[in-house]
């Protein structure tokens, strides 16, 4: 059975994407022969198919795709600015998956994993405004939004509880809910990045 | 003098090495996991053997994949001799670091 089980569908596309073209095939090759001869058979199907998520998130952090599209304006110090981009990325997918899996686990409301995807975006924008401008505060909460309302938002639905109805599963609409999910993370950017241009001056006296 | 290799490449070069003709994605993650003896992410050694690669101290060929991978080819990785000098200088790096002392430091912390 462990011979022919497969990881989450979704997980192994984000990967593709985040490869380059020659590697789409070999590198989830390696993942899947050890998703299928070391991991599933010792620690079951679960653990397995978190265990591959968390791979895949890896390979976002260590993507060149993200190492290069990073505009070059966003401010010094840069690799501080984008270390904050990858880990509010990072946390708001990982928020997303586990407030998924709660809600399909146990009693949990989807709906109210909002506040806490809103309060990522604030934290991950008060540090890039501390550390750096405000601009880069709105493009790192921005950018953790638009992961949410796409990504996020992917593993939720194939996970269900992010399933919307069927009268809702119109591509404008659809389109329309990520663009004011992208918006709203642009809003708490610039108050948070306010707040972190303020204490940073504070800070310097 | 060029930028000498780090721990981590060294352990990612070093796995290659060990593992002969038979160093492809999972092998090499294992051996360097084994030898750091830490979990070690596949991103990261991935991300490595491209920047090697493209140094030009590894190269690398596509071979057939096996049922177990879905079909899916191996990439197997091989040395180059400008990944041996570079491994060699790293060593010599290190070795000339540490001359005049004796290993393990002893003394106050």
């Known amino acids: 059975m462990t011979s022919s089980a497969m990881p989450p569908r979704w997980a192994e596309r984000l990967l593709r994407l985040l490869l380059a073209p020659e590697d789409r095939e070999a590198v989830p090759g390696d993942l899947l022969e050890e998703y299928r001869e070391s991991v599933r058979p010792a620690r079951g199907r679960r653990v397995a198919d978190f265990w591959y998520v968390t791979q895949v998130l890896g390979f976002a952090w260590h993507s060149d795709w993200l190492r290069t599209h990073v505009p070059p304006t966003l401010g010094e110090p840069m690799m501080t600015v984008r270390r904050v981009l990858y880990l509010a990325i990072a946390g708001t997918l990982l928020f997303d998956l586990l407030a998924a899996i709660a809600t399909r686990a146990s009693g949990f409301h989807y709906g109210w994993r909002g506040p806490g995807s809103i309060l990522i975006y604030a934290i991950a924008a008060y540090i890039a405004g501390r550390i750096a401008n405000l601009k880069s505060a709105i493009l790192v909460a921005a950018s953790a939004a638009v992961a949410d309302a796409t990504v996020g938002w992917a593993m939720a ?49 | 003098m060029p930028d000498v290799l780090g721990s981590f490449e060294q352990a990612v070069l070093l796995a290659v090495v060990r593992l002969h003709g038979e160093a492809y994605g999972r092998a090499i993650l294992k051996e360097v996991q084994a030898r750091l003896n830490r979990d070690v992410a596949a991103g990261a050694v991935h991300a490595t053997l491209v920047r090697l690669e493209q140094k030009g101290f590894l190269s690398s060929r596509l071979a057939s994949g096996t049922e177990v991978r879905a079909g899916r080819p191996r990439r197997y990785y091989e040395l180059q001799p400008s990944g041996r000098v570079a491994l060699n200088e790293a060593r010599a790096v290190v070795d000339s670091l540490w001359r005049g002392f004796k290993w393990p430091l002893r003394g106050p912390a």
Do not use: K, M
């Open chain 1, 157 to 205: 639905w194939a996970i269900g509880p992010g399933r919307p109805p069927a009268e809702f599963q119109h591509l404008p609409l659809l389109v329309g809910i990520v663009i004011g999910i992208t918006l709203t993370g642009a809003s708490v950017g610039l108050v948070g990045g306010l707040f972190g241009r303020l204490h940073s001056r504070y800070a310097a006296g």
